[in-house]
Structures are given as structure tokens and as C-alpha cells.
């Protein structure tokens, strides 16, 4: 069972476009962390959300948390080529002491 | 800024041989994690030390071992290396177990 249901799992966009990327779960997460991987790199941390409902901005890149910590989003206003990775979002349940629970990712494609 | 450093970007090995990965970090991170990725897999994990000398499983840590003798420095190692092992290998830390993960830029391995 996966914990941290990630879609759409492919995205293909033509540059100037507007997406938003999804990061659902069943449970409750105290925190839910973005990342963003590019080809044959390890990956990066984006941002890390921490309240329900809250609001994160990085330049056009908007990441929400739902208001019952169950769920996330990342919307990116007129994508680049530079966007193009593999975005994976993670997170610990909350009254967990275990690991962090990876998403399997959305595979981004920003055509120029 | 947290670096996490892998000691090969690339690895051919062939099958039967003994294999180390090794990993380094600057933060002074208690807890370091060994990842396997695969397409349509998503991230992995095999195994994680809290603490020096301390190791713990992973979900799949079938045909593989680590150390940990020093606090910034964690080792994967295949004791024999198969096909199926074939993969991208990542290595991370973290300040704590559920927080952040600092990702290495990754060892791509190819077992013939």
C-alpha cells in the first residue's frame, strides 16, 4: 500500500503553461517536504510545509498543505524547460517515530 | 549548505563481485539512509543508521550490508553483486529521523 499517492505520474507541458501536481495520503503527516529531482542527480529539497492549509511561495512555484494535513499541492505558474525533473513529495504521519514516506513522484517534461 | 557526497557518479561491476558505495556528509546529521530507485518503483529504502556503529533494515535489505564506524560517513556494500541490482543508489542524512532529507548526487550502478 502506498502511503503518499502522488499524480498525475506524467506530465508533458508546452513552456508558459500553468500545472499543479498532487500528494495524496489517507493518514495525517506532521510535515510534508517537496523535492525536486533532475536527471542522474540526487534530489533537492524544494520547501517544507508544516500547518494545515498553509501557503508556500518560490518564485512560481506555489505549494499548499491541506487544511487536515492529508494532502498537498504544487502549482507552477508558466513552467520552463528549467522546471523539467522529477517532482517527489515525502512526509512523516504524524506520532510516527519512523522514517520518512517517500511519493513515487510526477515526471515533469517542459517543452520549449 | 548540507552536503551529502557519493564517492562514484558511475559504477560498472560485474556479478559475484563485492561492492562499496561509500557516502560522506558535512552537517554532522545523526541519522543517514541508503535509497534505491527504480522506475516505477519510486524510492526505496535499504537501510539507515541513527547513531555510529548503530544500523537498522530497511524495507529491502536483501543481499546488501552497510557501516557506519564514523558519524559522517555511511557505506553500502554488495556482498555479491547481481543483475538485479542494477540501479541508482542514493544516499541521504538528516538532522532527525523524520525531517528533511539531504540527498548525494547519486551512484548510478550497472551489474554485468
Known amino acids: 500500500t502506498q502511503l503518499l499517492e502522488q499524480s498525475p505520474q506524467f506530465l508533458s507541458i508546452q513552456e508558459g503553461e500553468n500545472l499543479t501536481v498532487y500528494c495524496n495520503s489517507s493518514?495525517?503527516?506532521?510535515?510534508l517536504q517537496w523535492y525536486r529531482q533532475e536527471p542522474g542527480e540526487g534530489p533537492v529539497l524544494l520547501v517544507t510545509?508544516?500547518?494545515?492549509?498553509e501557503v508556500k511561495k518560490l518564485k512560481r512555484l506555489t505549494f499548499q498543505f491541506g487544511d487536515a494535513r492529508k494532502d498537498s499541492s504544487l502549482h507552477i505558474t508558466a513552467a520552463q524547460p528549467g522546471d523539467t525533473g522529477l517532482y517527489l513529495c515525502?512526509?512523516?504521519?504524524?506520532?510516527?517515530?519512523?522514517?520518512?514516506?517517500f511519493g513515487k513522484g510526477t515526471k515533469l517534461s517542459v517543452k520549449p | 549548505d548540507v552536503k551529502v557526497t557519493q564517492s562514484s557518479r558511475y559504477l560498472v561491476k560485474r556479478t559475484g563481485e563485492k561492492v562499496f558505495l561509500e557516502c560522506v556528509q558535512d552537517?554532522?546529521?545523526?541519522?543517514m539512509f541508503w535509497y534505491r530507485q527504480d522506475p516505477g518503483l519510486g524510492l526505496r529504502l535499504i537501510y539507515f543508521?541513527?547513531?555510529?556503529?548503530?544500523?537498522e533494515k530497511g524495507d529491502i535489505p536483501e543481499g546488501y550490508s552497510v557501516s557506519r564506524e564514523k558519524k559522517e560517513r555511511f557505506s553500502l556494500i554488495l556482498e555479491s553483486a547481481s543483475t538485479n541490482q542494477t540501479s541508482m543508489y542514493l544516499c541521504?542524512?538528516?538532522?532527525?529521523?523524520?525531517?528533511?532529507?539531504?540527498f548525494g548526487q547519486g551512484t548510478r550502478l550497472t551489474v554485468v
Open positions: 541521504a542524512s538528516s538532522l532527525t529521523m523524520n525531517t528533511e532529507a539531504f
Open positions: 493518514s495525517v503527516f506532521s510535515s
Open positions: 510545509v508544516v500547518t494545515g492549509g
Open positions: 515525502a512526509g512523516s504521519v504524524i506520532g510516527s517515530q519512523g522514517n520518512l514516506i
Open positions: 552537517m554532522d546529521h545523526e541519522n
Open positions: 543508521s541513527y547513531d555510529v556503529k548503530m544500523k
